[in-house]
């Protein structure tokens, strides 16, 4: 068993838990989709979701400092805003949904915004023409998915609606895939882009010959360099997991394979060790019963911070290289790990929930594998309260 590689970054010292990310992993994985796509396709990282519970502000700072990310994609007006605060001059593409009467706060240099319905259209341009400002707009496609989307048949009444207001303009034309992470039979995925290749025709012919056009999430990207078109939108991969099993089954067939780097860490400190004699029970519920002297760490997160209770009894935390299982339920603000088998357990140790130590490892992926989830679940519930350091 190698040596712990657990250490105490700067900034972690006085927290009882923190999430560390891990820059030169973030760098690596838009490397590895830079060296794949063409030099005119532009890299989106999506950013919704606290940047995939990551940290927004934090993983917008780390891709301020490099070249190759492009664009950000975020699903609130809220979030383009947190985007614009750290990079002013990314553009930045909103995803969901605008409320009418918030849209004249949407009419910002830098922020786009995807549209798919006439009401938006409207107030969109006569908030924007007041002030003198063109609105950039991608319109939706619905190619399937059934979420947001113009449906094909609608599109040439929809364009011409946009050509003909003031205040905005058609910048893009996108889609999202319904079936592409959840298995390997692609058939569904190759038919919806074929349903936007036709409508890009289409506005073609409509003098829309400068269209952005972009369709690939994540699992699209890893798999089908038809998808890459002029922008790809990646979220997970960004931050180094795969979208699902399927995905990585696919993709590790592929010449020129190479693994993702997750970027996140998440670890805490124990907050007492102690031992429980044999016969006890440990935690709410009396679920479980000590078999043995036990020598135990508690640990002071638990569902609030975004720990599933679901994993009561079934994961393991890290500690000094070695797996240590959780004993009991999963509480509010606290765990229960069994340190009986590894050495060198004392007060505020760090401990790790998400990431690797020495040769063991604790992925997002394997969590939600536990819950009957997936791994954007796990990340997206992590607490935006935890602190975030960029190591
Ligand atoms: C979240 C999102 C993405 C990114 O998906 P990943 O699977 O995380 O890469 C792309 N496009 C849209 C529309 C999204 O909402």
């Given at each position: 068993m190698r040596a712990s590689v657990s250490s105490d970054p700067k900034g972690s010292l006085d927290r009882h838990t923190w999430i560390e990310l891990n820059a030169r992993a973030y760098r690596h994985n838009i490397g590895h989709f830079r060296k794949r796509i063409?030099?005119?396709?532009?890299?989106?990282?999506?950013?919704?979701?606290?940047?995939?519970?990551?940290?927004?502000?934090?993983?917008?700072?780390?891709?301020?400092?490099?070249?190759g990310i492009?664009?950000?994609?975020?699903?609130?007006?809220q979030e383009a805003k947190e985007v614009q605060d750290t990079a002013p001059t990314h553009p930045v593409l909103i995803l969901g949904y605008v409320p009418l009467r918030a849209l004249h706060r949407a009419v910002r240099p830098g922020v786009r915004l995807t549209v798919w319905n006439p009401e938006t259209v409207h107030a969109l341009s006569s908030q924007a023409h007041v002030r003198g400002l063109l609105v950039p707009v991608h319109i939706k496609l619905e190619t399937g998915?059934?979420?947001?989307?113009?449906?094909?048949?609608?599109?040439?009444?929809?364009?011409?609606?946009?050509?003909?207001?003031?205040?905005?303009?058609?910048?893009?034309?996108?889609?999202?895939?319904?079936?592409?992470?959840?298995?390997?039979?692609?058939?569904y995925a190759r038919h919806q882009t074929e349903i936007l290749f036709?409508?890009?025709?289409q506005l073609h012919d409509m003098g829309h010959t400068?269209?952005?056009?972009?369709?690939?999430?994540?699992?699209?990207?890893?798999?089908?360099?038809?998808?890459?078109?002029?922008?790809?939108?990646i979220g997970i991969s960004a931050y180094g997991i795969w979208p699902s099993k399927e995905t990585l089954v696919s993709a590790s067939s592929?010449?020129?394979?190479?693994?993702?780097?997750?970027?996140?860490?998440?670890?805490?400190?124990?907050?007492?060790?102690?031992?429980?004699p044999e016969g006890q029970f440990i935690g709410y519920g009396c679920t479980y019963r000590a078999t043995r002297s036990t020598l135990l760490g508690i640990v002071p997160v638990g569902y609030s911070e975004g720990y599933p209770r679901h994993l009561s009894g079934r994961a393991h935390a890290l500690f000094h290289g070695q797996r240590a299982p959780l004993r009991g339920r999963v509480c509010m603000n606290i765990i229960m790990v069994d340190l009986t088998d590894v050495p060198d357990a004392h007060i505020e140790a760090p401990i790790t929930l998400i990431g690797h130590d020495g040769d063991e490892r604790v992925t997002a992926t394997d969590l939600a594998a536990?819950?009957?989830?997936?791994?954007?679940?796990?990340l997206a519930r992590l607490s935006p309260a935890i602190p975030r350091i960029i190591t």
């Open positions: 063409p030099s005119r396709t532009r890299i989106c990282v999506a950013v919704k979701a606290n940047a995939y519970g990551h940290g927004l502000r934090e993983m917008v700072r780390i891709s301020r400092e490099f070249v492009d664009w950000f994609a975020v699903h609130t007006l998915t059934n979420r947001h989307g113009v449906h094909a048949e609608d599109i040439t009444a929809f364009v011409r609606l946009i050509d003909a207001l003031p205040g905005i303009k058609l910048e893009g034309l996108s889609t999202h895939y319904a079936n592409i992470e959840d298995t390997t039979d692609y058939s036709g409508v890009r025709n400068d269209l952005m056009v972009h369709s690939a999430c994540s699992a699209a990207a890893l798999l089908f360099p038809a998808t890459h078109l002029d922008m790809i939108r592929l010449p020129g394979f190479e693994p993702l780097r997750p970027v996140l860490t998440w670890k805490a400190r124990l907050s007492q060790v102690k031992s429980v536990l819950c009957g989830t997936i791994p954007y679940e796990i």
